[in-house]
């Protein structure tokens, strides 16, 4: 159609958008600031600190070198497509911001491709495999992956040139490590506890004495470190050494009160080192829950009540043979001096224990036992 034309100013593009919205420049207005002064953003001492923490978890872990470079390149995309609309004399707080992000960055990616670096990085794949349920890694494989790490940095402090950083690292993974470890054992350390605490159970006291053992070892190094249960997930180590004590004190004392019934009876075939080593197992299973601090082991005043029993059987046990062999014309002087050395001790044992016993003593000429 002769003389038509879309409706509009002439010289322009009716269908481009807009440079800046309600506008018809052809260029972008300069950023807002000072007039003939340069407007780049100096970040504040918060702002610098927080840009100092690109590349770090919440936790102040150091993210693996893949994230880190992928994270940089993120910044150097957003930097150059700022720059080429403002100019690299019109940068703003965002941009000033980002490329106070990347010079961190660039010291933790140089930091994560050294030696130590990358021997922080296996270690930290070596324990991200042993978090994961079914894990085929062993307690041993973790400990053995510190070694390396650990000595490379041992050997750069004492040389001066450790700045610490890599250091410290290390020390957070061995944290993780030992949390890892110590949230695993303590786990099969509760599932053992529920089986042995089944009547007739097949677990021994020396598979519940191993298991304490490492559950112990492992949170004696996490409390040297200075780790916490904040974050812990399933029981704790104490809680868990406290149950099972306290099950090894009920398991004791059930032993012992068997040992001192066999005992009464006649011909019996307990021997009097067997009631003593029942005696001597008791008193260390209380031990131990007084020295852990144990409130209550189910056992009551049990325990010590027991051992006062099996004292008095022992007791009355030799008493007996002594009698014997004093009516026994052929016994010797040596055999009535033993016999009559081990009688003493068991009173002294007795008296020890809160027991009042009668101060016997062998008499002279024909041998007697005389109470005073």
């Not at 700045?163 to 470890?181: F, H, I, N, T």
């Not at 004292?311 to 007996?320: G, I, K, Q, S």
């Not at 052929?330 to 020890?352: M, N, P, Y």
């Amino acid at each position: 159609m002769a003389g038509f034309r879309l409706p509009g100013f002439l010289c322009v593009v009716t269908n481009a958008m807009p440079i800046d919205a309600g506008t018809l420049p052809r260029t972008a207005f300069p950023h807002p600031g000072p007039v003939g002064g340069e407007d780049e953003n100096h970040l504040s001492a918060y702002e610098l600190a927080l840009a100092r923490k690109a590349g770090r978890r919440l936790d102040g872990s150091v993210r693996p070198l893949r994230e880190l470079l992928a994270l940089r390149d993120d910044h150097l995309r957003e930097i150059a497509k700022q720059t080429r609309e403002l100019g690299t004399k019109r940068w703003h707080g965002g941009v000033a911001f980002l490329q106070a992000a990347n010079d961190a960055l660039d010291e933790l990616i140089k930091e994560a491709r050294s030696p130590a670096g990358r021997a922080a990085e296996a270690l930290e794949s070596l324990i991200e495999k042993y978090e994961e349920n079914g894990s085929p890694i062993t307690d041993e494989q973790l400990s053995k992956a510190f070694e390396e790490p650990l000595a490379r940095e041992r050997q750069a402090q004492l040389a001066g040139t450790s700045d610490g950083s890599g250091g410290s690292k290390v020390m957070a993974l061995l944290v993780r490590g030992l949390d890892a470890a110590a949230e695993r054992n303590n786990a099969a350390l509760e599932k053992l506890l529920v089986k042995a605490e089944l009547p007739g159970s097949p677990v021994t006291d020396g598979q519940l004495r191993e298991a304490f053992q490492k559950v112990l070892g492992i949170e004696r190094q996490r409390q040297l470190l200075g780790a916490t249960d904040e974050n812990a997930r399933g029981p704790r180590a104490m809680d868990l050494v406290g149950r099972g004590v306290a099950l090894s004190v009920r398991r004791k004392n059930d032993a012992l009160k068997d040992r001192i019934e066999k005992a009464r009876r006649p011909s019996s075939p307990v021997t009097n080192e067997q009631l003593r080593e029942a005696m001597r197992e008791a008193l260390e299973a209380e031990r131990q829950a007084q020295l852990l601090g144990v409130p209550d082991t189910g056992a009551g005043s049990g325990g010590p009540a027991l051992v006062v029993d099996a004292a008095r059987v022992l007791h009355e046990r030799t008493a007996a043979a002594l009698a014997r062999l004093l009516a026994d014309p052929a016994a010797s002087e040596g055999q009535i001096r033993q016999a009559t050395a081990t009688f003493e001790d068991e009173k002294k044992q007795l008296r020890l224990l809160g027991v009042d016993v009668p101060d016997g003593t062998v008499g002279e000429g024909p041998m007697r036992i005389h109470s005073r």
